[in-house]
């Protein structure tokens, strides 16, 4: 016999002298299969003398708890409802054996009572699997952690124990509790209740107090897990100092009390989570009382949250709303009508003997105090009994079907606990309209509900105020709760208040739920469901106004044809265009007149050309730019001009040449007139140009790009380039320098015979190009827009104007009004009259 062994057997040696069923009680009923009962008809905290003194606890001899008395009540009318009930268990009487557990003082000795045979002895053998305990399967306890320790004696014979309160997660395991069943779901889903409560009501700054044992721990940790990701932050956590047993307040209990209190007043958290036995909460809330302090949202988890004791502290009304997770109320009918029946009938108390009066299956008071918590029990139901009840019916129906009995009879066999712990596992039934039906955790999944605390005496004590159930997981019906706020709104509870639509959050501290409300900047947007922490910004083609949520696109602007200006520079262009090409046939029908031939000649042709197909490019510059007419814009305009313009200076230059040039550099004039100068000079220059072009599309871009309107964001501009500044400074830079060659030629030249003498349209065109372009310049450069379009375009057709109106017009009208003057002999007089003049 090893140690552990011997000591049970000393216990159930212990148990033989001491326990002894009182035949007349309310803790035993004799019947041909027996239920253990366990609860807490008394409470007192953990940690007492009697584990020093090896001495069975005394429950009755700490403050008695009368929810408790009211579950085992609930398991005396379920066995007596069975034995009356003629369908379920005919013939068979099921009888109980209930112990007093005093919370978690007074486990093991019951439950070694419970496994010990009619002669009080436990046998140690081999093999239980035909070993007959005095009962056959055991109800309770009620908190989490004395199910525990009763679990780990019980599951080692496989004696079903089915609990009606212990909600911790940690008897889902059935590698240590392979016994133990439950009536109530799985702390997780009432952790999964409160937590939707809050994203309900939008609380996201909570304030959470635990007991300091197993069970604040396990429960904080579990909502701790899941606000995780939730968007619910914790603003801190404290731990309730354990009462000492006889409730009084130590000095150090009270400090600790008064520094939780104050931690409490100071946050700006109106939601307090509470996650502890009821017993450890009575001193913590005399001193919110004591200290006025109101105004908060209590939320109650399901140790506390039907507790009667604190209910009856009714000046807690004044200190907020509270609101608790607790399971469905299934009010069960005739219970009520038993309860007060018993109280009224209660045996005159006997004096027991002594040999029994620790064994705990006494209590003198209960019935006294139940009897005075009789209308708040009546009231709420007798909530949470009908889970002591639907247990004591799942062990009467599978004891049913094991023993196989009909609607009549039942044999009444030998019943081993391991098999009718199968037989548990596998109920399937309906009970006052609840399927019964445990889960592969040995969980009934039933549904869960918020109740709020009230103190109308008409009222049920805990009204239901929204339920959850645990299959779908998720919180329904929220209902009117009567908020015990300043003005009866729903409590706000946020670290900071909700930003604005268009504002980011800007994290302050560590929470994510403290932050600053920050406007998104023009040009950004927030995308709540991406980032609220960030504004991103609009894509290129978009914009957005301050504190928007979305981007819009961008007016984008370009040269139109309905625009007034745009109408008058191609009225403009159109004029020129015309006006060329009729003094293109003027030139053609007087071509071998002196005049043109003065005027250049052939050369004529290669200005007048270009010039016309100039002027056809202008369409090109309205309307969306593409990459032909930016191309036609960038490469075909300018080519033209230079064209035009190296044929003027080549011109000023000749003219120079024929009279001063000839008689001083003979043998350069030569050459100059026998190799078609003027011609190579031309097509040289063409050649730079070209180089220069598509040097320039090379380095840049023909594709039209897009840029922010400066002065007004909203707006897009299309343009050909973006560098459109530096590509025109290319492109004027040779025509700049060939007109300032071709002025300074004309200026030269300026004293020549009129009929030769264009220097002062040259030295006009080639002054107003020079300018024209150099401001052109200056104001792109101080300006971006549509209108440097609209002056580009503007400038280049007064250029083109300029060079036909003002070099070839008057020739022109020469030729038709002064035909007299356009004859070999009048161009002879004048170079006469020149030469002599100068002579
Ligand atoms: C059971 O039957 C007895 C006798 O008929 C009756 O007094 C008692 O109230 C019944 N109990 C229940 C719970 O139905
Ligand atoms: C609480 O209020 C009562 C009366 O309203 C007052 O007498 C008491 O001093 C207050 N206590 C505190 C701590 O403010
Ligand atoms: C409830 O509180 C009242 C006053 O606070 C007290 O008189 C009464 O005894 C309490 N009831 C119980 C059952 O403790
Ligand atoms: C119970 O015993 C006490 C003394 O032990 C005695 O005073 C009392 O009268 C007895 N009560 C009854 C009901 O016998
Ligand atoms: C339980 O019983 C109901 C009705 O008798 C049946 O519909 C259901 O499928 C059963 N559930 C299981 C898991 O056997
Ligand atoms: C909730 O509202 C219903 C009607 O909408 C009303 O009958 C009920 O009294 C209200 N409950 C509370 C607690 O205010
Ligand atoms: C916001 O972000 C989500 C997720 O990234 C995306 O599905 C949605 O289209 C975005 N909305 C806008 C307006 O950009």
Redesign the pocket.
């Known amino acids: 016999m090893g140690p552990q062994a011997r000591v049970v057997f000393f216990l159930v040696f212990l148990l033989q002298v001491l326990a002894e069923p009182a035949e007349d009680s309310d803790f035993s009923l004799a019947g041909d299969y027996l239920l253990g009962g366990l609860f807490t008809l008394h409470a007192n905290v953990k940690g007492i003398a009697h584990l020093d003194l090896l001495q069975v606890p005394k429950c009755k001899e700490y403050e008695v708890k009368a929810l408790g008395y009211s579950f085992m009540q609930a398991m005396r009318f379920a066995v007596e409802e069975i034995n009356n009930h003629s369908g379920l268990l005919p013939g068979v009487r099921l009888g109980y054996e209930m112990v007093d557990v005093c919370y978690v003082s007074n486990n093991v000795q019951p439950v070694l009572y419970f496994l010990a045979g009619e002669d009080y002895f436990l046998p140690i053998q081999e093999d239980y699997s035909h070993y007959v305990p005095r009962v056959v399967a055991v109800i309770g306890p009620d908190n989490s952690e004395s199910t525990m320790t009763v679990g780990h004696f019980l599951s080692l014979f496989l004696l079903p124990q089915i609990t009606y309160s212990a909600f911790s997660n940690k008897l889902r395991n059935k590698q240590s509790f392979p016994a133990v069943l439950r009536t109530v779901p799985g702390a997780d889903h009432q952790i999964e209740a409160m937590v939707q409560l809050m994203l309900h009501f939008r609380w996201n700054w909570i304030i959470v107090l635990v007991s300091s044992d197993d069970y604040g721990r396990e429960n904080s940790h579990l909502l701790g897990e899941r606000l995780a990701g939730r968007d619910v932050c914790i603003a801190f956590q404290e731990v309730l100092p354990t009462p000492q047993p006889n409730q009084r307040v130590t000095r150090q209990e009270r400090k600790r009390l008064e520094a939780i209190v104050d931690k409490l007043q100071q946050s700006s958290a109106r939601v307090v989570v509470l996650f502890s036995p009821d017993l450890a909460l009575r001193n913590f809330f005399r001193e919110v009382l004591r200290r006025n302090f109101s105004g908060v949202v209590w939320i109650a988890s399901e140790s506390w949250a039907t507790d009667l004791v604190l209910h009856n502290l009714t000046e807690l009304r004044h200190t907020g709303t509270f609101l608790g997770v607790t399971t469905q109320s299934v009010p069960i009918p005739g219970f009520s009508e038993f309860r007060m029946r018993h109280a009224r009938a209660r045996p005159?108390?006997?004096?027991k003997t002594s040999r029994r009066a620790t064994c705990n299956q006494e209590c003198d008071t209960c019935r006294d105090t139940t009897e005075s918590f009789s209308t708040t029990l009546t009231l709420s139901s007798q909530r949470g009994a009908y889970n002591v009840y639907s247990a004591v019916y799942a062990v009467a129906h599978a004891l049913h079907s094991l023993l196989g009995c009909s609607q009549t009879s039942c044999p009444k066999e030998v019943v081993y606990p391991w098999q009718l712990l199968q037989e548990i596992k596998k109920v399937n039934f309906t009970l006052l309209g609840h399927q019964i039906i445990f889960n592969q955790y040995g969980d009934l999944p039933i549904p869960l509900e918020v109740v709020q605390w009230q103190w109308n005496p008409s009222q049920d004590p805990f009204q239901s105020v929204a339920s959850y159930h645990p299959t779908r997981r998720r919180l329904e019906g929220v209902r009117n709760i009567s908020w015990h706020s300043p003005d009866s709104t729903v409590p706000v509870s946020t670290c900071s208040k909700d930003c604005q639509p268009g504002q980011k959050k800007k994290a302050v501290g560590i929470h994510p739920c403290c932050f600053e409300c920050l406007d998104c900047l023009p040009g950004t947007f927030l995308n709540k469901t991406a980032d609220e922490f960030d504004c991103q910004p609009c894509p290129d083609n978009e914009w957005s106004h301050r504190k928007d949520t979305s981007c819009f696109k961008r007016r984008l602007a370009f040269l139109e044809w309905r625009e007034a200006p745009t109408i008058a520079v191609a009225m403009l262009a159109a004029l020129g265009f015309l006006s060329t090409l009729a003094i293109l046939v003027i030139f053609w029908k007087h071509f071998q007149t002196p005049m043109v031939r003065s005027a250049g000649g052939p050369m004529c042709f290669l200005m007048l050309v270009p010039l016309l197909v100039a002027y056809m490019m202008v369409p090109t510059y309205v309307g969306p730019p593409t990459v032909s007419t930016c191309l036609c814009r960038q490469t075909f305009f300018t080519l033209c001009f230079t064209i035009c313009i190296s044929c003027i200076a080549v011109r000023s230059f000749q003219i120079i040449c024929v009279f001063k040039m000839a008689s001083r550099l003979p043998h350069a004039y030569g050459y100059w007139v026998r190799y078609h100068g003027p011609y190579i000079f031309v097509a040289f220059m063409t050649a730079v140009k070209v180089v220069i072009v598509v040097g320039s599309l090379l380095i840049t871009t023909t594709r039209p790009t897009a840029y922010a309107d400066p002065d007004d964001p909203k707006i897009m501009i299309l343009s050909c380039n973006p560098n459109y500044r530096k590509v025109l400074l290319v492109n004027t830079s040779l025509d700049l320098l060939l007109s300032v060659a071709g002025f300074s030629f004309a200026y030269v030249g300026k004293e020549l015979p009129t009929n030769y003498n264009e220097a002062k349209f040259i030295t006009f065109c080639m002054t107003f190009y020079f300018t024209s372009s150099v401001s052109l310049c200056t104001f792109m450069s101080a300006y971006k827009g549509v209108l440097v379009t609209i002056l580009d375009l503007l400038v280049t057709v007064l250029n083109l104007l300029g060079i036909s109106l003002g070099y070839f017009g008057p020739k022109c009208y020469m030729i038709l009004f002064y035909p007299e003057r356009n004859t070999p002999a009048y161009f002879s007089s004048m170079i006469q009259g020149y030469t002599m003049g100068r002579d």
């Open positions: 005159p108390t006997s004096n």
